[in-house]
């Protein structure tokens, strides 16, 4: 094997590598959940539901007008806590740290300024794809 067989090799490892990690299907809650207006596309004209998810998007056709193919809400560590910044309803304070939240057994994330940071979860079984 020479030297240009080895570039070729290590770049097709990164290639399938790369396919890998963006290719997880997201889950329900992350797609049901956002409203069809806030779809950001992730796909192309004519992509399939099955291209759409292993691309690690959602995919929904029910809704004309807007994207079919679109990036998913963030992850959360708990179902319960993914919804639209729009939908959090407060069930703490400013400066409410992560610990007293889930004392309160609510949902934290303090990645967005001027939004609760401390929220109520909602329940999982309004997911559906």
Not at 3 to 29: F, H, I, N, T
Not at 73 to 93: H, T
Request: aromatic share 10%; net charge negative.
């Amino acid at each position: 094997m020479g030297p240009r067989d080895a570039q070729l090799l290590a770049v097709l490892l990164v290639l399938g590598l790369c396919a890998l990690a963006g290719g997880e299907k997201p889950s329900a809650c992350q797609c049901s959940r956002l409203s069809p207006q806030k779809r950001k596309n992730c796909g192309f004209p004519g992509i399939t539901s099955d291209e759409c998810f292993d691309k690690g998007c959602c995919f929904d056709s029910s809704v004309a007008g807007v994207p079919w193919c679109f990036d998913p809400l963030p992850k959360q560590e708990s179902e319960q806590c993914v919804m639209e910044v729009s939908a959090r309803k407060d069930c703490g304070y400013p400066g409410i740290s992560s610990e007293e939240c889930a004392s309160r057994n609510c949902c934290f994330s303090n990645l967005i300024f001027e939004v609760p940071w401390c929220f109520y979860p909602k329940s999982v079984e309004d997911c559906h794809y």
